[in-house]
């Protein structure tokens, strides 16, 4: 199964999204913060990376931006509480390895649906296509709004 890396301050929501992939049978490293995301992502290989954006040491734009140039082909999704436009147009700027970006609250199930199209999507179709095919879904999602 493949290997996710989580990065999230906020414990519970931490632990509830880790404990979510784990039920469905993948390998979750856990970070506090963008620092420990970078260095985990140095020292382990992972499949997808997950990252809250405000979090303590480096946000998860910064660590974006690392693991863009450190890391091109992993695919990234922000996880965020802040889900305005610029946030997210912010988060896509991040390097075209994020494909992804929610907004919480969001349903452990949905979560968990976005994650597996992405695991599923990017060996199959290529992460450009699933950065356009989620950008697409945002922009007619605040265009309804």
């Known amino acids: 199964m493949p290997t996710i890396l989580y990065a999230e301050d906020d414990r519970d929501a931490r632990e509830l999204f880790a404990f979510v992939l784990r039920m469905n049978n993948y390998t979750v490293y856990e970070a506090r913060n963008g620092a420990q995301a970078v260095?985990?992502?140095r020292d382990e290989p992972v499949d997808l990376v997950i990252l809250d954006v405000r979090m303590p040491l480096m946000t998860g734009y910064d660590a974006a931006k690392?693991?863009?140039r450190?890391?091109?082909q992993t695919?990234?999704?922000f996880?965020?509480?802040?889900g305005m436009s610029r946030e997210i147009e912010k988060g896509f700027a991040c390097?075209?390895?994020v494909v992804d970006y929610l907004v919480k609250p969001i349903?452990?199930?949905?979560f968990l649906?976005?994650?597996?199209r992405v695991l599923d999507g990017v060996p199959e179709r290529g992460i450009e296509t699933i950065r356009e095919e989620s950008w697409q879904q945002l922009i007619a999602v605040k265009i309804e709004a």
Do not use: N, T, Y
């Open 79 to 82: 996880l965020s509480a802040r």
């Open 39 to 41: 260095q985990i992502v």
């Open 70 to 72: 450190e890391s091109p």
């Open 66 to 68: 690392i693991i863009a």
């Open 95 to 97: 390097g075209e390895m």
């Open 113 to 116: 649906q976005r994650v597996e």
């Open 107 to 110: 349903a452990p199930d949905i």
């Open 75 to 77: 695919p990234v999704i």
